[in-house]
């Protein structure tokens, strides 16, 4: 039970902007809960795994700079991480209200968790709710609910637009934000890199990675996973001809592991025909399918991309795993009901026959992507687990999910590309 007496309303004063989600990445499955539970309330959140990019520190001040209210998702790592302390500093420097949410049960609570230093002082008498309980997950919920309620946050607050005024007065005019080129995720992830070379820290971890992002293809079939028999790949990767960078370098990370990739680029330099027959004999001889989750990749003139790959993988009975990249998922569509609410991106301007499609995928697992050494090799090892582990039940669970859906029926918005 939420303990009585730590949770009650605390009115104040607060100015128009988001609710920034900070975290320590393993606490990451809950703080996406209670970043979908607050996103179906109507309030507009700010998470690093669907607005980072670009610079980490920019991307960092901004969503303080632009918050109403900071969330603290307060651990022993959240303390100790180097990136939690910029940000709950920063947003007590330019004095952004802050909920604090126990992740781990603090000593006064009869925990471990002691919140001291810099963390303790911005906590001082805040009142906090528990989060540490998965079974107590829907009290909590309803307690950080109240209070911010009780703040009366505004609930049409458009993060996009704020972010584009805040690129404006912090970023140089030829560097994007969230809508950044190929040639740029480039340029800035080099810089990214770069930064970190200079983190006595991270410098080991780094050297490690370099090492295992310097493989080519050839090197990663030398050591490829165990694959069926009728398949060439382990991996089809699927994505937006906008994101072809960011795929290669997806796909030279996974060859790095071992992995046996299809993608596009690789058939072209070759100088081979990339037409729907190719495509569908790539997916064919995939065990998986990745796709990478980015805005608009559902659109109806992605035809090839909706039907040639994706839909025509599920129709064969392949596992989807999904790398989320600016995939909107907090503007949702009610449009079939309580039991299919889905996000826009799933109908709107969607072909009809693939709608059931693009919602079933949206239940399947999604890791995120990071230019970061340390996040990075964490991802990756959640997809070599995906693999190794969950490639068949997840392949029976899509097939559960497109059937569920199929009979939820096709979203009104879809006429609109019509």
Known sequence: ????????????????????????????????????????????????????????????????????VVVGCLSQDYRDSKNCRKEYIYASEREVDFIPLMMDRPKKAGGQFDPTGPLGLLLGSRLWVPFWDEADFEESIQALIAQLDARGLAKNFTVEAELDFLSALTIPSDSESESESDEEYEEEEEEEEDAEEEDDEGADLLAQMEQLTSNDAQSGREGALEITEDCKYNFFLSKHEE????????????????????????????????????????????????????????????????????????????????????????????????????PLECCENVAEDFQPYARAIYDMECVSWFTDPAHLAIEVDKIERFYRERRESAAAKLQRAVERQLHCGVCSRASEGD
């Not at 996406?32 to 960092?60: C, F, K, N, P, Q």
């Not at 090839?304 to 790398?323: D, F, M, Q, S």
């Not at 009610?334 to 889905?342: K, P, Q």
Request: hydrophobic residues 45%; negative net charge.
């Open 1 to 68: 039970m939420v303990e009585e007496g730590l949770i009650r309303d605390a009115v104040a004063e607060v100015k128009p902007g988001w609710i920034m989600l900070s975290y320590n990445w393993k606490n990451q499955q809950t703080v996406l809960r209670i970043h979908e539970r607050l996103s179906s309330a109507g309030y507009a959140t700010w998470i690093d795994v669907e607005r980072m990019a670009g610079s980490t520190d920019v991307a960092m001040s901004q969503a303080v700079e632009g918050a109403a």
């Open 243 to 342: 994101h072809k960078f960011m795929a290669k370098d997806i796909a030279r990370e996974l060859r790095g592991r071992g992995f046996l990739l299809w993608l596009s680029q690789d058939l072209a330099a070759e100088g081979e025909d990339i037409d729907r027959e190719a495509m569908q004999k790539g997916v064919r001889e995939s065990a998986a399918l990745i796709l990478l989750l980015s805005h608009g990749v559902y659109h109806r003139d992605r035809n090839w991309v909706t039907h040639a790959e994706v839909k025509y993988a599920i129709e064969l009975g392949k596992p989807i795993l999904c790398i989320g990249h600016q995939f909107d998922i907090t503007s949702k569509c009610h449009a079939l009901g309580s039991g299919c609410v889905h």
